[in-house]
């Protein structure tokens, strides 16, 4: 799969949000991501993230606020780089939503290959949640990005790139459910240890449910290494 084809898979899995039954919602989501190099095999990356919504279809005026904050993350994982194209990360994030604290055990494995003109990675991801008074939550995901440059055959610094993903989530907490993500974003490389990236991250939720709604995220993403 090359990059054209994940930029129209992706334009297509937006447009699905035209016929989507259920709820539709809309939100911003901004991050900071750190990367923290320990060793040439190690290192740490730091994540904090939040939400907020600005549209909900089932939004009632009088009891809710027009801009609805949602959840808090804060996330620490540990990566092992096995090889050039190969690592393995394992972490925890902690989750403040609904008045409520929620604990996820991540690990994940990610492949990476470099082609002329851009790079694919392949994500492979396993992660539990537990809360009080919630189900325990198991989620298997696989993600697929592309990222290429917009000017010549590498990204530089000072210069814009693409980069473009689909993820698929299968969801077990008491029963089974399946979301489709889909991740077009516009980054700019403003040094080799930072750089920044606007986009538009879309979930189709309860994809084998009639029940299924929709979320369009507006992201902000900005990552630093050290």
């Not at 409520?100 to 690990?107: E, K």
Request: hydrophobic share 40%.
């Amino acid at each position: 799969m090359n990059s054209k084809h994940l930029f129209f898979s992706a334009l297509f899995l937006i447009s699905l949000s035209a016929f989507a039954q259920g709820g539709f919602n809309a939100g911003v989501l901004p991050s900071l991501n750190i990367n923290k190099k320990i060793n040439p095999r190690w290192k740490l990356n730091t994540t904090a993230a939040s939400r907020f919504y600005f549209y909900q279809s089932d939004f009632d005026a009088e009891e809710n606020p027009h801009f609805l904050y949602e959840l808090a993350d804060f996330s620490l994982l540990v990566n092992n780089r096995l090889s050039d194209d190969q690592s393995l990360s394992l972490g925890y994030l902690i989750r403040y939503q609904n008045s409520a604290f929620a604990h996820r055990i991540i690990q994940q494995y990610t492949l990476l290959s470099n082609y002329f003109a851009f790079r694919l990675s392949h994500r492979f991801s396993s992660d539990q949640t537990f809360q009080k008074e919630e189900a325990f939550q198991l989620r298997l995901r696989y993600r697929i990005t592309s990222e290429f440059a917009l000017m010549g055959q590498s990204v530089n610094e000072k210069e814009f790139y693409l980069k473009v993903g689909n993820e698929y989530l299968g969801i077990y907490q008491e029963t089974l459910a399946l979301e489709i993500r889909a991740t077009p974003f516009l980054g700019y490389l403003f040094t080799d240890n930072n750089k920044i990236e606007l986009g538009v991250d879309y979930r189709l939720r309860e994809v084998i449910s009639p029940s299924r709604s929709t979320r369009l995220w507006c992201s902000l993403n900005w990552y630093l290494s050290f």
